[in-house]
């Protein structure tokens, strides 16, 4: 009798509760040959049911890998704008081993269309998140945004940027965007409103940048506050 190698058995007992319990949940799971795998890591999670565990460390990663200055990135460049060529993997990577962070699908999106000017990218990001959440109608509000400004219509996106940091769920990224935006098209005054904004938010990642903005355009205003 022909023994079952442990590789075989350990892959289909993967795939079997992986779908086992991707019935029992809410969102609906990508299967397991579209997943974009770390090595043994995100396996260990599946197998043990701890997806949302792998998509939570996924994203870490992401965050890791963002937010680290590359080697080529010149001093006086904006923050997170240099080449980051595996940004849309690791995104894709995190969001589906779990859907459901929408958080991710915008942040990873955004960064791509507004700072590192890869749209297509970004698009191909929101399109796979507007497939399997099409009620989550800001996806349609991020992909609007890209397109305007592809068309070069940009104050289309920046009111559709508007509408985006209203919500509580808005990346700070995409605040620090828009303020820059107002920043390089000579509105210094909303600009200085955003960046208050993000220096009073939660984001402690963003404190010292804010600050510097801060100080920066009140110069500029020449606001002594």
Request: aromatic letters at 12%; proline letters at 4%.
């Amino acid at each position: 009798m022909r023994c079952i190698s442990p590789l075989l058995f350990l892959t289909f007992l993967v795939v079997f509760l992986s779908n086992q319990i991707t019935n029992n949940l809410k969102y609906s799971f990508p299967p397991l040959t579209e997943l974009i795998l770390d090595s043994g890591k995100d396996l260990s999670t599946l197998l043990f049911g701890m997806r949302r565990l792998g998509a939570d460390m996924a994203w870490i990663s992401v965050l890791q890998y963002y937010g680290a200055a590359e080697a080529e990135e010149k001093e006086g460049t904006e923050f997170g704008s240099g080449n980051y060529p595996s940004l849309k993997k690791l995104t894709l990577r995190t969001v589906r081993l779990d859907p459901s962070l929408h958080y991710a699908t915008l942040y990873g999106a955004g960064a791509l269309a507004f700072n590192l000017n890869r749209p297509e990218e970004a698009i191909e990001i929101l399109q796979e998140g507007i497939s399997r959440h099409p009620q989550y109608w800001k996806f349609q509000l991020y992909l609007g945004a890209i397109l305007y400004k592809q068309k070069g219509k940009f104050d289309s996106m920046i009111h559709l940027l508007e509408d985006a940091i209203k919500y509580p769920d808005c990346p700070t990224l995409i605040k620090s965007i828009l303020a820059n935006i107002y920043k390089e098209n000579g509105n210094t005054l909303r600009s200085l409103q955003i960046w208050i904004e993000v220096y009073e938010g939660k984001d402690e990642s963003y404190r010292e940048k804010s600050s510097q903005q801060i100080e920066e355009l009140k110069k500029k205003l020449k606001i002594n506050i």
